[in-house]
């Protein structure tokens, strides 16, 4: 089985996503750790490297093509990806969602604890600037995925399951999710 997870910002994919691979003992992959990668192999920081991608359709094709490779070879796995649920669509798609500012206040408290995450975050320097920063970053991708695939990553109708998280705490969102996957799990192996 192969579980895509894609979310608002602050919503807490990456940590449920990270819970769930380890739970079901399955690799988890990470677009972000991914579009860094790529974006070293060319001498460019993240930002860079995104800001290229705006223009540039082989930035996403990269990653893309990688998504595509991985489900061809592997059967089992995690993926936090904006558009793994369109380039691998048997899998459990499921989308995080949270309210703006409480994503945003989520995402200001881990950037506080973190010193080493790199310089896609410099000039972040309080809740409204994540806001600002992340209204921008969502407006790109939407763009960006219209004119290359004419797809719409927040239509609600492509997942399987959609959770707001805004309300919950992280151990429930975690319990929900892992619920659902089990029950899908046990429905696929009927």
């Not at 061809?72 to 995080?96: C, G, M, Q």
């Not at 921008?136 to 797809?151: A, F, M, S, T, V």
Request: glycine share 6%; proline share 1%.
């Amino acid at each position: 089985m192969i579980v895509s997870f894609n979310g608002d910002h602050g919503s807490g994919k990456s940590t449920i996503a990270e819970k769930v691979a380890k739970e079901l003992g399955f690799e988890r992959f990470y677009m972000g750790q991914i579009f860094r990668d790529l974006a070293e192999k060319r001498g460019m920081t993240l930002v860079e490297y995104i800001k290229l991608g705006e223009t540039d359709p082989s930035i996403d094709k990269d990653a893309d093509d990688y998504v595509v490779d991985l489900a061809n070879k592997k059967d089992d796995f995690v993926i936090e990806s904006r558009t793994a649920w369109h380039f691998i669509p048997d899998s459990l798609k499921i989308y995080l969602k949270v309210d703006e500012r409480e994503g945003a206040k989520r995402m200001f408290k881990h950037l506080q604890g973190e010193s080493n995450r790199g310089n896609e975050d410099k000039g972040i320097e309080s809740i409204e600037d994540i806001i600002e920063s992340s209204r921008k970053r969502r407006e790109q991708d939407n763009l960006r995925y219209r004119k290359y695939y004419g797809i719409e990553m927040e239509d609600m109708d492509n997942y399987d399951l959609v959770l707001d998280t805004t309300d919950l705490g992280i151990d429930d969102v975690y319990q929900k999710v892992l619920d659902f996957v089990r029950k899908k799990q046990k429905e696929k192996n009927l």
